[in-house]
C-alpha cells in the first residue's frame, strides 16, 4: 500500500460556546474537540473509536467542513481546507464525502432514490453530462445493489439497510478520494451491519477508496480498519495498527474499552480479567487537568494530574505505536 | 420490502445494467409525482371545480345573471325566493342572487390576496428566521411579535381609518388596502408557523449531506427546507381565507372596509344579520352565507388535496 497522505489533520479544536441569560454571554465552552491530530493515507482505512460524548462525531463533521474550527488545520492533498472559499470549496467538496449514522434522517423524505443519488450531479454540472446523469444513477445504484428500477421510488419504500446504502450511492456519486462514515452500521441490525460493511470495502478495493470510519462498535472497527485512533473527552489516546491497538494496547483507556466487548466464547466467562472505570465521563465543559483520563485511571499519579500526556511513540512489547499515556505499557485484554 | 436484499456480485461490468423499464425511463420528481396523484383524488377535482366556478363568477358575473344589481325596487323589499327572483330581495329590493353573484368579487379578491399576502412574506420571513438564526432571526421574530400583538379587527380599523376611502376612490384601491390591512396583521402568524417547521427539518441528516455536497443556500432551501416545512403553512393558509373574508366583512360593517355601492357577500351578511332580520327574512342571510361556506370549503379541500399529495408517504 502507498503511504502517500491524502488527508491530514493537525491539532484541530472545537469549541461550543455556552451561552446564558439575555444577552447571550459566552459563560463558558464545551470542548468537544481538543487537539486532535492525524494522518489518512490514500487507500487506507482509519477507525475512530470512543464512547458517546468523546467528540467523534464532531471530528467528522470537522473533517466534512460542516463546522468551523476553532483552531487548527485541515490539509487534503496539499490544500487547505478550511481557507478555501466559494468556487474552489465546492471543488474541493467533490473530493471528501460522507456517509451518515441514520439511514431515516439522512435521505430527504420528498424526494426520489433518483432524486437524491441525482443531487450532486445538479450541483456539480460539470461532472455527469445532463443527458447521462439519469444512466449514472442506475449505475451507482446497481454499483450499491440496489435495483436500478426503482430510481423513481421513495426512501420510505426502502428498509434501513438499503435506505444506507442509497446514502453510500450518493456519497460515491463524485468520485470522492475520501469518505466520512460517521456511525454508517450502528443504526442497523447486525445481519445488515455485515452486508453494509462488505459493500464498503468492496467499493474500497474498487475505488481506491480512504475511509475514516467512526463508530463505537469495536469489533466492526476491528474488522474494516486498518489503523485505529481511540479517542477520550475530545483528544486521542491512542493510534496504531489495528494489530497494535487490539493485541498489545498501552493506553489504560483503549484496555478499559477492549475489555468490554463481549467475547462468543461461553468458557471463558467468568476468567476473563474485566476492567470496569469508576466514575463517569468528566464534563467536557470542564475537562480534567493534565491527563482526562487521571480521574478514572487505576495508573494515575501525581504528575498525571500535571503534566498533559503527548501522543508520541512508545514502546508496546514488540514495537512502538502512538499513546497518550505517561505510563504506557503493553497489556493482553481481548 | 417487495424484493430481499441480494448482495449482488457487481463486478467492474458496470454497463451490464438491467434493462429499464418505461416506468423508470422517464424521470419523476416530488412534484410530477403530486400531479399524477391529485388527478387521482376526486376532492381536488371538486373543489378545484368548486373554485373554478367562483373564479369565473368573479370575473365575469354578467355570465351568471342579466339583472342588474344595483337596481333597487322597495316594493319588493325582503320579499321570499320566488321564480322571478330565486334567491329573494333584500331590505331595499335588490335581488338578492344577483348581488350574490356579483359580490363573488370583492370576496374572493380580498380572501386570495390576503391569503397570498401573508402566504408570501409569512413564508419568506419565516424561512430566512429559521433558517439563518442569529441576530436576523431575533429581529424578525421581534417584528412579528408586535404586529402579532395587534388584533386582527383592531388593527384593520386603524389602518384604514388612517388611509380612508370615499366614493370617489377607485374599486381595486379599496379592495387593495383592505388586502394590505389584513395582510399586514396576519403575516406572523404564518411566519412562526413557518419558522418552527423550519427549525424541525433543518438539523436532519439529509440538510447536512447537501451542505456537505456543496449546495448552495438557495437550493437547500427551495429543494429541501421547503418541501418540507410547506404542510402546515398550507392548512392554515387555507382555514384563514375563510377569516380574510369573514373580517373584511366585519370591517365592511363598520363602515371602513368596502363600502356600498361596493357589492361582497361580507357587505350582504353584515347587512341581513340585522336585529329581526334573521327571522323575517332569512334567505338574505342564508345565500351569500352559503357561497361564501363554499368558497371556503373549497379552499381548505385543495389545500387538503395538495399536502395530502406532497407526501409521497401518504401515496
Known sequence: ?334 | MTEPLTAQEVSGAAGALVPATRAADEGRSLWSDAWADLRRNPFFWVSAVLIAVFLVMAAFPQLFTSTDPYFADLAHAREKPSAEAWFGYDGQGHDVYARTIYGARSSILVGVFATLFTLVIGSLFGILAGYSGGSLDALLSRLGDIFFAIPLLLGGILILYTFPSDLETPYLVVVGKVVLALGLLGWPNIARLMRSSVLQVKPNDYVQAARALGASPGRIILSHILPNSLAAVIVVSTINLGAYIAAEATLSYLGIGLQPPAISWGLAISEASGIGLIRAAPHMLLFPSIFLSLTVLAFIMLGDAVRDALDPKLR
Not at chain 1, 41 to 53: A, C, F, N, R
Not at chain 1, 236 to 262: F, N, W
Not at chain 1, 314 to 326: E, L, M
Request: aromatic share 6%; glycine share 8%.
Open chain 1, 1 to 334: 500500500m502507498s503511504r502517500e497522505v491524502i488527508l491530514e489533520a493537525d491539532n484541530l479544536v472545537k469549541y461550543y460556546p455556552i451561552r446564558a441569560g439575555v444577552l447571550r454571554r459566552t459563560i463558558g465552552q464545551v470542548k468537544a474537540l481538543d487537539g486532535v491530530s492525524f494522518k489518512l493515507y490514500k487507500g487506507e482505512t482509519l477507525g475512530i473509536v470512543g464512547e458517546s460524548g468523546c467528540g467523534k462525531s464532531t471530528l467528522g463533521r470537522m473533517l466534512m467542513r460542516l463546522e468551523e474550527p476553532t483552531a487548527g488545520t485541515l490539509t487534503f492533498d496539499g490544500v487547505d481546507v478550511y481557507t478555501q472559499k466559494g468556487a474552489a470549496m465546492r471543488r474541493l467538496r467533490r473530493d471528501i464525502q460522507i456517509v451518515f449514522q441514520d439511514p431515516y434522517t439522512s435521505l430527504n423524505p420528498r424526494k426520489t432514490v433518483g432524486d437524491i443519488v441525482g443531487e450532486p450531479f445538479e450541483i456539480h454540472r460539470d461532472v455527469v453530462p445532463k443527458g447521462g446523469r439519469r444512466r449514472r444513477v442506475q449505475e451507482l445504484l446497481d454499483l450499491v445493489g440496489l435495483n436500478p428500477e426503482h430510481i423513481n421510488r421513495y426512501p420510505h419504500q426502502f428498509s434501513g439497510g438499503q435506505r444506507q446504502r442509497i446514502g453510500i450511492a450518493r456519497g460515491l456519486a463524485l468520485n470522492p478520494k475520501v469518505i466520512i462514515c460517521d456511525e454508517p452500521v450502528s443504526a442497523l441490525d447486525v445481519s445488515v451491519q455485515a452486508q453494509v460493511v462488505n459493500l464498503l470495502e468492496k467499493l474500497q478495493s474498487e475505488f481506491g477508496l480512504a475511509y475514516v470510519f467512526i463508530a463505537h462498535d469495536l469489533s466492526v472497527v476491528r474488522h474494516i480498519s486498518d489503523r485505529v485512533g481511540v479517542m477520550y473527552l475530545g483528544t486521542m489516546v491512542e493510534l496504531g495498527d489495528e494489530e497494535q491497538i487490539y493485541s498489545r494496547p498501552t493506553h489504560p483507556y483503549t484496555q478499559a474499552l477492549l475489555s468490554a466487548v463481549p467475547v462468543p466464547d461461553p468458557t471463558l466467562r467468568g476468567r476473563r480479567e474485566q476492567i470496569v472505570l469508576a466514575g463517569d465521563v468528566p464534563s467536557p465543559a470542564n475537562p480534567p487537568s493534565g491527563c482526562r483520563f487521571h480521574t478514572r485511571c487505576w495508573k494515575a499519579q501525581q504528575k498525571c494530574v500535571t503534566d498533559v500526556p503527548l501522543l508520541i511513540n512508545r514502546p508496546d512489547g514488540r514495537g512502538a505505536h502512538d499513546s497518550a499515556c505517561h505510563f504506557a505499557e503493553a497489556r493482553v485484554v481481548v
